[in-house]
């Protein structure tokens, strides 16, 4: 793979990963159809929610440090507001 002026350690920056994802799409004609880097992160929390993941883990995971943040992926646990609600896990 081409050296893409990316750190050699540690975490990428926003704008890193993005402008590396939006290379590696560019690309590949294939993938052209993509809507972008935010439709991944939203699958792998919708997997992970569907999964019956706790939102707790799938904030770690996803970063989300804010109520604003978690406020994108709400809609994703409707069962377990339903579960909370009745006392159950």
Request: glycine share 6%.
């Amino acid at each position: 793979m081409p050296n893409r002026n990316l750190p050699i350690a540690g975490p990428l920056t926003e704008s890193q990963a993005t402008d590396h994802f939006n290379r590696t799409l560019a690309e590949h004609d294939k993938w052209c159809h993509i809507p972008g880097f935010h439709a991944f992160r939203h699958s792998f929390a919708s997997i992970l929610a569907s999964k019956g993941v706790d939102q707790r883990i799938i904030d770690r995971y996803m970063g989300h440090q804010t109520e604003e943040m978690r406020k994108c992926y709400q809609h994703l646990f409707p069962s377990n507001a339903a579960k909370f609600s009745q006392g159950r896990r």
